[in-house]
């Protein structure tokens, strides 16, 4: 089976209506007993504006397909197109700690190719989309855990993305601080209508966040199955009926855990 990763700018086709298209997938790793199947003909759409998370066991191939979208790594099957430019967001903040939390963005914004005489006022934009006026000439190590995530965060829009690809963002986080991120996620996305690819194990958080909740087997990873998460937004982790499907997609979770081993 041919391999691609292409944008559709570079084609004029493939994600139209899409902001991203994700093909009969497939990933393999060399090892010294041969060839580990790591993920296994994954078919996946994400539409403009959608909100979807990836759930599944430790080890599952979740972290492998996000890098495989964002253009880090080659499928060894199948193909992946993305509608304009995506932006990987990391467990770890990876800010430049000589950097403060203004220049970081100014970093994301020079290499996009903003001219040097906008960069501060932008960068002093997202600081506030995020909540984070007056920090601009902060240091990495002044700010704590849950306001290096959001300047991480706004620098991942820094780029222009229409797709946003998050990898456990919230995990190193407390409680608390993870709650209050989830609500400041919900209400970036409405108000930017970016799309969002975004990975965890954590089934109540998938939950709170998406519209829609794919499932991944254990490794090799295929899909196996998805929830249309038809709840009101602004919810909470503690809501009724985020438990209640919460508690469904736990035990399939589980039962892919069982079955393979």
């Known amino acids: 089976m041919a391999t691609a990763l292409t944008k559709a700018a570079d084609t004029g086709t493939g994600t139209r209506g899409r902001a991203a298209r994700i093909t009969h997938v497939s990933k393999s790793f060399g090892t010294p007993a041969g060839p580990q199947l790591v993920l296994d003909d994954i078919s996946l759409d994400v539409a403009p504006g959608e909100f979807v998370t990836l759930l599944g066991a430790s080890g599952c191939g979740k972290s492998t397909l996000l890098n495989l979208v964002a253009g880090l790594d080659a499928p060894s099957a199948g193909s992946i197109t993305t509608e304009g ?76 993305a229409t797709l946003l690809l998050m990898d456990e963002p919230f995990a190193a986080l407390d409680a608390i601080t993870r709650d209050v991120l989830h609500g400041e996620l919900m209400r970036i996305w409405s108000e930017t209508n970016v799309s969002v690819l975004f ?32 709840l009101p937004q602004q919810r909470r982790i503690e809501d009724p009926a985020v438990a209640e499907l919460s508690v469904e997609i736990t035990e399939q979770l589980r039962g892919e855990i069982r079955r393979h081993g």
């Open 85 to 160: 430019r995506p932006a990987l967001m990391f467990q770890e903040h990876a800010l430049f700690p000589w950097l403060s939390a203004g220049k970081n963005i100014e970093l994301a914004l020079k290499l996009r190719g903003v001219p040097k005489q906008d960069r501060r006022d932008r960068a002093e934009e997202l600081l506030e989309l995020v909540r984070l006026q007056g920090a601009y000439g902060k240091r990495v190590h002044e700010l704590s855990g849950g306001m290096r995530q959001r300047v991480a965060l706004a620098r991942a829009l820094a780029q222009d």
């Open 199 to 230: 990975v965890t194990h954590n089934v109540r958080e998938a939950v709170r966040l998406a519209q829609r909740v794919v499932l991944l087997s254990s490794r090799p990873g295929r899909i196996a199955r998805e929830w249309t998460v038809d």
